[in-house]
């Protein structure tokens, strides 16, 4: 008696509205994401043109330079026992007063462990004394010489946490980094020790061959200590996943209002079914059925309807996508839009139009299949 | 036959119809005005009004990906009628595992053109080479305060550049998604060098000069620049050479227009995304036809009883009318009012973002009477349309 109930219920006026109203619901989901999905399809091509380094850094879990963390020379030695790397540096980044004759200054200061290395790596122009070894001998970046206006051969005076040390400034470098507007000194002159605030210590490195990232990091991880991570420093996979994620946030917030007029649309099927069928269904209720068997007769058509028009709107809405697409191509030469349905956001959109439909069927079927009088029900 | 007086209609009934016509209006209201937002924020973003003028590279495929000669700025600053000459140098990054976009900037010359007031700590100078300001939205999202220390990862090369927050500004604007730095610093971060940036913005006096006469200007510099040489710094670590360059990659146009001409080359008018939210509307009617035609069926025997007293189809379709359009009307208010909410909401937790940017949420007046007319007309046609289904069940 099911199956004729339900047959008979398909074949009421009232269905092919029923399922167009759906399609047409899902069909704006399905070429949305598909357009969407050619938009996310483009910016990961073009990322794919820009060339990625192979530099990481250890740095603190808060994506500062480490703060009241010593790094050991062994995590440095760790580095390069795991892997074969072209460099691997220490840096202590912290500021500092800087005398110079009789003008003080609060500059920051690069400590690193090679310095020589360090400059060669930032293929630096030097003005002055090129290849200084003298442990008291430092080199200023062209930016921060010319904003406290020193010279290569110049005695200053740092002053770290209340410690004086003189130094000369063998020379002035540029760089075309950040390290312009440092002092560059060797680690040995300040020690490993955190010991003035808003200092902070990182590894540097880069390995001989290109791996892949989860393999670089995985290698490391066992090995880092506490509140430490390892980044790669150029991040456009990152850069690139969060303006995909941000375009996807809004696709989410668009789809839960079109999920919400599937739910009223579902409603509205069980209401307009159960008024057009109430005769009917008051046979079928006399025939013994009980009020389970109602309800269930009401989710199954709805269900059905929400399905049939799921994958017509799925179709469809690829299909209005990809017809616009060309449109645009025609009208606008130079743009190449090729919009696409990954097989998950199908499933994904079946699903939750599904779950949308049963829950928008459920109020209505059950205050029919459970009330009294079926006229006064809806 | 006058039909007002009869109260046939459920009210219980109406509600659900009131509520498709909702979830229809919010639905195009939700469509219209994050679009629009999308758009404006885009179209805004170095400026708006006549006496903001861009220098852009016209071969770079986005806004931010150009590069033209820094020395311009300070040569066209020197034109009678120029007010402000800012070189910026926009790059996109990471900082915190999100995606932002750092601007390098000369701070005097910036706040000329776009207007900031400091809500925190201190302003940066030219000099100020490790520090940044900070959008107040920005640092919001990502939690950071005056004082604390930033990595800043970039994304076209291998740079990354280590900051003190120097100050935290507000501008009601785009710029409060995005982080100022010396102009030096941008360059570095973006793996150019001193002589570039991506575009130049000048502010200038209408009366006194035009776009055309910076062009000719611009033109001049391009035939004698030949070779680099020395010009008068703008500060102590800005240098000033005089590249040479090409002008026919070189761009000038008023700000809102350069951003527009972005948005047209790929089909982004605000035209297109319109019909687009219309559209949006036009594939929901079916689910508002059928709410009406099963408001109808369920009040049926009601209206065989007006039948039968005399009702005419014409009153009893001019008396639904009457008696639904204010629910139409109410409906229409509540999608737009829900709809603005919703979105505020979203864009309050950061997830409505275009380009790292929060995209503004600004009530349209033409979208709004759109809105109303829209869901008016697809009632209408639903009642009229319906009317002849009575006619027939009779």
Redesign the interface.
Known sequence: MFTHALKMFLRKRGTPSAVLAISLLIAILASMNSIINHLNTQTNILSGYVSIGQQYLIIGINYTPLEDIEISKELANTVEALMETRYVITQKLFTANMTTKSVSHTITVRAVDDVQEFLRLRSAVIKGACGASDDTQVYAGEILAKITSINSGDQITLTINNAPIVIEVAGIVTTQTQSDAELIMPLTLVGRSPSTEGEGFFIEFTPKDPKKEDEILNSLAPYLPPNTKVVKVQQLKTFMQGMNAQTLSFLELWSLTIYAVVFIASYIITVRLLTEASYELSVIKALGAGGSSIFKLALTYTLTTTLAGTIIGLATGVVIAQVAATAVRWILIDVNVTPFLEAWQALQIFLLSSASSIFGCVLPALKFAYAPHIESSL | MRLTGFRYLSRR?IV?FF??LV??S??FS??AL?FLGYYSSLDSYLGEGENIIAIYDKGSRTPFSGLVPTYLAEHIKSLNGVLASSPEIII????????VFVRGIIPEEFAQISTYSLREGGEISI?D??QAMMGKELSEKLNVEVG????V??????????LNVKGIFESHSAIDDEILIPL??G??LR?T?QDHVTLIRIKIDKNKVDKIAIFKEIAEEATEAIGNQNGEATS??IPNRRVSFVLEKIGLDEAQKFMKSYLD???MTKENLIILSV??LI?????I???S??II??HECEMEVLKSIGASDRAIKIDLLVKLMPWSLGASTLGIMMATL??QI?QRNG??????HRIPVQPDIPTITLNFVLIAVLTAMAIIHLNVEITRNY
């Open positions: 009934r659900l509520l498709t979830l229809a919010m639905l939700i469509t994050s996109p990054s990471i900082v915190k595992d999100q995606p000099n080479v490790n604390d220390k930033i990595l990862h970039s994304v076209l090369v291998e740079q990354y550049l280590v030096c610093c360059q570095w793996g060098d102590d670590i080359k790929y089909g559209t949006t594939f929901a009617s079916a689910t036809i059928m709410a035609k099963t069926q369920q919703t979105l979203f997830q409505l973002q275009a380009f790292s």
